[in-house]
């Protein structure tokens, strides 16, 4: 009987580390936009809220062109 638990957890833990490297290898990796940032006088990153409304070739974004003098 201990035997045939132990094989059985032990085929567990594999199927379960083997799922884990497919969804890992499925899953691409994220890159941000690399050019083009804009920063304040102090340094900060200036980020612009944006949104489609539902149209994804027409972006309506917040004016952040007087945020820092």
């Known amino acids: 009987m201990k035997t045939d638990n132990y094989t059985k957890v032990v085929l567990t833990v594999i199927a379960i580390a083997l799922s884990a490297i497919a ?4 899953i691409k990796d994220a890159h941000a936009q690399s050019n083009g940032f804009k920063f304040t006088q102090s340094g900060a990153l200036i980020v612009a809220v944006c949104d489609s409304n539902g149209n994804p070739s027409r972006y309506n974004c917040a004016d952040v062109s007087r945020l820092e003098k």
């Open 23 to 26: 969804i890992q290898s499925g």
